[in-house]
């Protein structure tokens, strides 16, 4: 099933496979975000982590999967959240 995108802030999408290659884990971004259940949903092979509000709190999030070994748009990808209220987006894992 897809997930729905937030138009209001940045969405970091993450395959569900690298994810937990490199160990990392729910509570590790909750302790660290304070995430709810809809700010870390899991759908297939995808993670979606956000909408993610804060204005450092992306780079620095990207920053820290690209020091335990993750590639951005091989094993993450983050959709801005700039687009109109009036276009609703979904992502869903390719292999899904």
Known sequence: MPITISHTAPTL??????FER???T???FDEALN??????RVEGGLIAIGPLVGEDTLTDLIAQLEE???VYYDDFFELSGNWP???RLFAMDAGS
Do not use: M, N, P
Not at 13 to 18: C, F, G, M
Not at 35 to 40: C, G, K, P
């Open 22 to 24: 490199v160990g990392l």
């Open 13 to 18: 999408l993450i395959t569900k496979s690298a």
């Open 35 to 40: 995430l709810t259940d809809d700010e870390f």
């Open 85 to 87: 209220a009036w276009l």
């Open 68 to 70: 335990h070994g993750l």
């Open 26 to 28: 729910r509570a590790s």
